[in-house]
C-alpha cells in the first residue's frame, strides 16, 4: 500500500440495509477487480454518514457487520486493500471539521442528496445531513485518493471535493490530491424490475422490484418472473423496451454475453423462457458468495480480528494528511 506510484482508489459503502442486485452488478463487483489491476484500494464502510438518518443502535452494528462480512466474501483481500470502518479512525470526523471552514454555504445548499433527503425526512432535516459532503469530501482527501469510483449519480459528490481541495491547495499549496470520479462504463445503473425507469433500491416500496443479494432462489426466480417488461414477447435490445432492455442489461453483466449474443440466443423465445433464465443466471452469481457469506458471519473472531486489525492501518495513511493539514492551518501539533 505504500507504493505511491500505484494511484490510489477510494470507496465507501453504505452499511443500512442489504446490497441490492443493482449494488453488486454496478458497483461492487467492479470494484473488488480493482485490487487486481494495479491500483492502491482504500474501502470503508460509512456508518458515521448513516447517522444522518435516524438508526436504531442494534440494527446499525448488525448491518455494518454484515456489510463487511459480504464484501469479504466477494473476495476483498485484505493483503492487497485496506477495507475498514469508517468510525473507527476518528481522522475522518476531524478533518470534516476543517473541511467545513473552507466550504460555502451555497456549496452545501444547492447539493443534490441534501435536497432529496430533506424531502423524504421533513422530520430530522438536521446539520450533519447539510454538512454531509464535508464528512465526503474528508473521506476522499484524507487518502490522497486519485479516483473515486461512483455512479453517475454521485458524481456530485467527488465534484464538490475536487472544489475544496482546490480551494485549500489555493490557499496553503500542495496539500490534497484532487480526485476524479471513475464511472464504470458498464453494469452501472441497474433498474427496478417493477419500474424500470427507477434505479433498483432497497428502498423502493414495492420490494418486488428490488434484488436482495440475500434473497433465496425461489424469491430471485419469482421477482424475475413477475417483472415489467414490455408490450410483445421478442427479446430484443430496443429504444422504448426500457423493461427487456433492463433484463438484458442484468444477463448480460452476470454471462458476459453481449446484446448480439443474447438476441441470437432467444431468438425465436419470448419473455416466458428469457426471465427464468436471467433468474437461474443471477442465482448461479450470487449462489458461492451467499454461502461464503454465511460461513464469515458465523466466525465472529475472525470477522472483529479483521477490521479491527484493518482500522490502524487506515489511521496511518490519514494521520499523515491530516497532520499537514493542521499544521498548514496554523493548529499546535
Same mark, same amino acid.
Given at each position: @500500500?505504500?507504493?505511491?506510484?500505484?494511484? #490510489?482508489?477510494?470507496?465507501?459503502?453504505?452499511?443500512?440495509?442489504?446490497?441490492?442486485?443493482?449494488?453488486?452488478?454496478?458497483?461492487?463487483?467492479?470494484?473488488?477487480? !480493482?485490487?487486481?489491476?494495479?491500483?492502491?484500494?482504500?474501502?470503508?464502510?460509512?456508518? !458515521?454518514?448513516?447517522?444522518?438518518?435516524?438508526?436504531?443502535?442494534?440494527?446499525?452494528?448488525?448491518?455494518?457487520?454484515?456489510?463487511?462480512?459480504?464484501? !469479504?466474501? @466477494?473476495?476483498?483481500?485484505?493483503?492487497?486493500?485496506?477495507?475498514?470502518?469508517?468510525?473507527?479512525?476518528?481522522?475522518?470526523?476531524?478533518?470534516?471539521?476543517?473541511?467545513?471552514?473552507?466550504?460555502?454555504?451555497?456549496?452545501?445548499?444547492?447539493?443534490?442528496?441534501?435536497?432529496?433527503?430533506?424531502?423524504?425526512?421533513?422530520?430530522?432535516?438536521?446539520?450533519?445531513?447539510?454538512?454531509?459532503?464535508?464528512?465526503?469530501?474528508?473521506?476522499?482527501?484524507?487518502?490522497?485518493?486519485?479516483?473515486?469510483?461512483?455512479?453517475?449519480?454521485?458524481?456530485?459528490?467527488?465534484?464538490?471535493?475536487?472544489?475544496?481541495?482546490? +480551494?485549500?491547495?489555493?490557499?496553503?499549496?500542495?496539500?490534497?490530491?484532487?480526485?476524479?470520479?471513475?464511472?464504470?462504463?458498464?453494469?452501472?445503473?441497474?433498474?427496478?424490475?417493477?419500474?424500470?425507469?427507477?434505479?433498483?433500491?432497497?428502498?423502493?416500496?414495492?420490494?418486488?422490484?428490488?434484488?436482495?443479494?440475500?434473497?433465496?432462489?425461489?424469491?430471485?426466480?419469482?421477482?424475475?418472473? #413477475?417483472?415489467?417488461?414490455?408490450?410483445?414477447?421478442?427479446?430484443?435490445?430496443?429504444?422504448?423496451?426500457?423493461?427487456?432492455?433492463?433484463?438484458?442489461?442484468?444477463?448480460?453483466?452476470?454471462?458476459?454475453?453481449?446484446?448480439?449474443?443474447?438476441?441470437?440466443?432467444?431468438?425465436?423465445?419470448?419473455?416466458?423462457?428469457?426471465?427464468?433464465?436471467?433468474?437461474?443466471?443471477?442465482?448461479?452469481?450470487?449462489?458461492?458468495?451467499?454461502? #461464503?457469506?454465511?460461513?464469515?458471519?458465523?466466525?465472529?473472531?475472525?470477522?472483529?480480528?479483521?477490521? +479491527?486489525?484493518?482500522?490502524?492501518?487506515?489511521?496511518?495513511?490519514?494521520?499523515?494528511? !491530516?497532520?499537514?493539514? @493542521?499544521?498548514?492551518?496554523?493548529?499546535?501539533?
Amino acid at each position: @500500500m505504500e507504493n505511491q506510484e500505484k494511484k #490510489r482508489i477510494l470507496s465507501m459503502y453504505q452499511c443500512t440495509g442489504t446490497f441490492t442486485l443493482g449494488n453488486y452488478l454496478g458497483a461492487l463487483r467492479n470494484h473488488i477487480k !480493482l485490487q487486481d489491476e494495479g491500483y492502491q484500494c482504500v474501502y470503508a464502510l460509512a456508518d !458515521l454518514h448513516a447517522l444522518t438518518v435516524r438508526q436504531v443502535p442494534a440494527e446499525l452494528r448488525r448491518y455494518t457487520k454484515e456489510a463487511y462480512a459480504w464484501l !469479504l466474501a @466477494m473476495g476483498l483481500d485484505t493483503e492487497k486493500t485496506v477495507f475498514f470502518i469508517q468510525s473507527q479512525v476518528p481522522q475522518h470526523s476531524q478533518l470534516a471539521w476543517l473541511l467545513n471552514c473552507y466550504t460555502q454555504f451555497g456549496e452545501l445548499s444547492r447539493m443534490t442528496q441534501f435536497k432529496d433527503k430533506s424531502a423524504k425526512h421533513a422530520d430530522n432535516i438536521n446539520a450533519g445531513l447539510f454538512t454531509y459532503p464535508c464528512l465526503m469530501a474528508a473521506d476522499i482527501l484524507l487518502y490522497q485518493a486519485d479516483f473515486v469510483p461512483v455512479g453517475a449519480d454521485q458524481k456530485q459528490h467527488v465534484e464538490i471535493a475536487r472544489d475544496i481541495a482546490e +480551494r485549500f491547495n489555493g490557499i496553503y499549496g500542495d496539500t490534497f490530491t484532487v480526485p476524479e470520479p471513475l464511472i464504470p462504463k458498464h453494469g452501472a445503473r441497474v433498474m427496478s424490475l417493477q419500474n424500470p425507469l427507477s434505479k433498483m433500491s432497497k428502498s423502493d416500496e414495492n420490494q418486488n422490484g428490488n434484488i436482495s443479494v440475500l434473497d433465496d432462489p425461489d424469491t430471485i426466480l419469482r421477482k424475475f418472473k #413477475r417483472a415489467k417488461t414490455d408490450s410483445g414477447s421478442e427479446v430484443r435490445f430496443a429504444e422504448g423496451k426500457e423493461g427487456v432492455n433492463n433484463l438484458m442489461n442484468i444477463y448480460a453483466a452476470v454471462t458476459g454475453k453481449t446484446m448480439e449474443e443474447i438476441e441470437r440466443e432467444f431468438e425465436g423465445k419470448g419473455y416466458g423462457d428469457f426471465k427464468p433464465a436471467v433468474a437461474e443466471a443471477v442465482i448461479s452469481e450470487l449462489r458461492p458468495i451467499q454461502e #461464503r457469506y454465511h460461513e464469515l458471519l458465523a466466525d465472529k473472531e475472525f470477522l472483529e480480528k479483521t477490521y +479491527r486489525e484493518q482500522a490502524p492501518r487506515a489511521a496511518a495513511l490519514a494521520q499523515r494528511t !491530516l497532520s499537514k493539514v @493542521m499544521r498548514k492551518v496554523g493548529l499546535v501539533s
